[in-house]
């Protein structure tokens, strides 16, 4: 299994700002992964992170409204840009782990631009 | 891309009775997870089952992977049981269902 500590887990901020999201893993991890959950719905994929490289955006998602910083093998960030209402979300990193890669999820932030 | 879907819509039970989640999937799966979302947001993993059936305690989950549909079974419901399960499968990427937000009423 994996333990993912994500922060801020909730944070409330005013539009035309941007706010850093920070996960850390208890174990090294090749990939990490950015997912948005908007209120009501199911979760999308944003982006991979892979230490060393640039991430890989889904379609939809781009570098400058969430890039997105993989230093090594246990930690990465996603700053959410330019804030507007719609931004509000919960925004949730992940990992998978084992032969069988399983999934495991930090807390989940939640979002709310005012 | 693999479809997800999950039913039953949003089902209401009373406390102490029994309710089974569906999952279907469209296409061969590497992984099938079920997830339950915890009021605050968190996703708590439930099982991970690309095939058979497992069992935790009162929660327990098949999964036919022939016939490409996962069941959950949650028995003796409890108020905290109430919350969003989601199924997810692997196809290359994680792909989530669109949950199934189950009220376990006292």
């Known amino acids: 299994s994996a333990v993912i500590s994500q922060k801020p887990s909730r944070d409330i901020c005013q539009r035309g700002t941007s706010l850093t999201i920070q996960c850390q893993v208890d174990?090294?991890?090749?990939?990490m992964f950015w997912y948005r959950q908007q209120p009501g719905q199911s979760l999308t994929l944003i982006a991979t992170?892979?230490?060393?490289?640039?991430?890989?955006?889904e379609s939809g998602f781009v570098i400058d409204k969430f890039p997105i910083s993989r230093p090594n093998l246990t930690f990465s960030t996603l700053t959410v840009s330019n804030m507007s209402p719609e931004d509000s979300s919960i925004y949730l990193c992940?990992?998978?782990?084992?032969?069988?890669?399983?999934?495991?999820f930090g807390q989940g932030t939640r979002l709310t631009v005012v | 891309g693999i479809q997800v879907e999950q039913s039953p819509p949003d089902p209401i039970l009373q406390e102490g009775a029994n309710s089974t989640l569906r999952c279907n999937f469209s296409?061969?799966?590497?992984?099938l997870q079920w997830f339950h979302q915890n009021p605050w947001g968190q996703l708590i993993n439930l099982f991970y089952?690309?095939?058979g059936t497992k069992q935790n305690g009162r929660l327990s989950a098949t999964t036919v992977a022939t016939e490409r549909y996962s069941l959950l079974y949650i028995s003796s419901s409890q108020t905290t049981d109430s919350g969003v399960y989601f199924c997810?499968?692997?196809?290359?990427?994680?792909?989530f269902g669109q949950g199934t937000e189950l009220s376990v009423k006292p």
């Open positions: 992940s990992v998978e782990v084992g032969t069988y890669t399983e999934a495991f």
């Open positions: 174990s090294q991890v090749t990939m």
């Open positions: 992170a892979n230490q060393g490289s640039e991430a890989t955006y």
């Open positions: 296409d061969s799966v590497n992984n």
């Open positions: 089952i690309p095939s």
């Open positions: 997810a499968v692997l196809g290359g990427k994680l792909i």
